[in-house]
Antibody, heavy 115, light 112 residues
Framework: EVQLVESGGGLVQPGGSLRLSCAAS????????LHWVRQVSGKGLEWVSF???????EYLASVKGRFTIFRENAENSLFLQMNSLRAEDTAMYYC??????????WGQGTLVTVS | QSVLTQPPSVSGAPGQRITISCTGS?????????AHWYQQLPGAAPKLLIY???KRPSNVPDRFSASKSGTSASLTITGLRPEDEADYYC????????????FGGGTKLTVL
């Protein structure tokens, strides 16, 4: 069974940093693209970042230069290093597995509050 | 404002058929990028409903179907059930200027 378990969320002051982690199991981690998607409470989904199997990355314009996505295939783990956090980064952050150009599995999310 | 435009809400009675539209542009659907659809039940993570415009994962009932034409995509649910009440999102590639991937703003389905 595919599982994605996020951790690392919490309360942080504006300008602070957090590192989100996503522990994956149930599939060959290195074979899949991965994403971070966030959702403000009561609002819609917003794509944040992508990392391909070759380590290529993409970012939402508003987080570029502040967030860094990386993966450790040997540990079956995905990370999102978030620096210079702003109030508008407050959201539930989901780790997700890419499937074709969509997503076929999502974690349960980790809540980030910047205040 | 989302690059992909969905109606904020739709509703239908049990057993009825509803359609949710997703309007894109020449930068996504019109450039032959695929549409994907997700269902998010209250308090839960999203779930893949449709991928590659019209393909259903094996765990999704055939009451759910979708299509894409030109710069628009649509999701249809037939035989509406109370448990279908959820938020539905479309997704595709973005224009690349602000986002590599984009989601629609979401549509709240109410089963009357």
């Amino acid at each position: 069974e595919v599982q994605l378990v996020e951790s690392g969320g919490g309360l942080v002051q504006p300008g602070g940093s957090l590192r989100l982690s996503c522990a994956a199991s149930g599939f060959t981690f290195s074979d899949y693209d991965l994403h971070w998607v966030r959702q403000v409470s009561g609002k819609g989904l917003e794509w944040v970042s992508f990392i391909g199997t070759a380590g290529d990355t993409e970012y939402l314009a508003s987080v570029k230069g502040r967030f860094t996505i990386f993966r450790e295939n040997a540990e079956n783990s995905l990370f999102l290093q978030m620096n210079s956090l702003r109030a508008e980064d407050t959201a539930m952050y989901y780790c997700a597995r890419g499937y074709f150009s969509g997503i076929d599995h999502w974690g349960q999310g980790t809540l980030v509050t910047v205040s | 404002q989302s690059v992909l435009t969905q109606p904020p809400s739709v509703s239908g009675a049990p057993g009825q058929r509803i359609t949710i539209s997703c309007t894109g542009s020449s930068s996504n659907f019109g450039a032959n990028y695929d549409a994907h659809w997700y269902q998010q039940l209250p308090g839960a993570a999203p779930k893949l409903l449709i991928y590659n415009n019209n393909k259903r994962p094996s765990n999704v009932p055939d009451r759910f179907s979708a299509s894409k034409s030109g710069t628009s995509a649509s999701l249809t649910i037939t035989g509406l059930r109370p448990e279908d009440e959820a938020d539905y999102y479309c997704q595709s590639y973005g224009s690349g200027l602000s986002a590599y991937w984009v989601f629609g703003g979401g549509t709240k389905l109410t089963v009357l």
